[in-house]
């Protein structure tokens, strides 16, 4: 079974630009969440999807959006780049939400780079 | 609002040396837990987790880990490292919190450096 993929795996930006971030899930896998990894913040939780829905939401500005595909895939999008947006952005996957259906699994993320 | 402690930033051993490494959570409710790996130049790899039962779990690669409530803490063990558990190690928790599962809250890593 293929892992999840993203895509693209480097991005180049400069500050005011917007980015769009893919995401194929693990095929059968209907949750995906999204996550922001920082040397200095560490691995940060974004938001997450479930059936087109935004379920749950971190502590990031608007300039932060995402949504999800009926085929499950997802997106994630920043608005106006700043250089503090230069980080690891992670995808994970999972069954969906529930106990035992929350294992979760990444991807092997996109590094965005804001110049 | 809820969070994950790991107690070393970084630990230097040498093979065949035992490992613990730290794990400390602020949530007073029905909590998931558990440890990530990322090797060098891989992605996040699931290592073990704990859902309910026995608080003793096991894991790939002869990891195992104790859930102990009393003291909000899942600790990761492995009686003897090899060279190729160098890597970063990443304490997680899920609440169910807002009815959703779907927000890992990470701590900020341990890494491990395993001298031959």
């Known amino acids: 079974k293929a892992g999840v993929t993203q895509t693209p795996r480097y991005l180049i930006k400069t500050r005011g630009q917007q980015v769009t971030l893919s995401c194929s899930p693990i095929?059968?896998?209907?949750?995906v969440s999204w996550y922001q990894q920082t040397p200095g913040q560490g691995l940060q939780f974004l938001f997450e999807y479930f059936s087109e829905t935004q379920r749950n939401k971190g502590n990031f500005p608007g300039r932060f959006s995402g949504r999800q595909f009926s085929n499950s895939r997802s997106e994630m999008n920043v608005s106006t780049l700043e250089l503090g947006d230069s980080a690891l952005y992670l995808c994970?996957?999972?069954?969906?939400?529930?106990?035992?259906?929350?294992?979760?699994?990444f991807g092997p993320g996109t590094r965005l780079t804001v110049l | 609002a809820q969070s994950v402690s790991q107690h070393n930033h970084h630990v230097i051993l040498s093979e065949a040396a035992s490992l613990e490494l730290g794990c400390n959570y602020s949530y007073g409710g029905t909590v998931n837990l558990f440890w990530y790996v990322q090797y060098p130049g891989q992605h996040l790899q699931l290592l073990l987790k704990y859902f309910s039962g026995d608080p003793l779990v096991k894991g790939i690669k002869g990891f195992e880990a104790e859930f102990i409530k009393s003291k909000f803490s899942f600790n990761l063990r492995k009686p003897s490292v090899q060279w190729s558990d160098t890597a970063e190690y990443f304490c997680?928790?899920?609440?169910?919190?807002?009815?959703?599962?779907?927000?890992?809250?990470f701590g900020k890593g341990t890494k491990l450096s395993v001298k031959p």
């Open positions: 994970a996957s999972s069954l969906g939400p529930g106990i035992g259906a929350n294992e979760q699994f």
């Open positions: 997680a928790v899920t609440t169910s919190y807002g009815g959703s599962q779907g927000n890992l809250i």
């Open positions: 095929s059968g896998h209907r949750s």
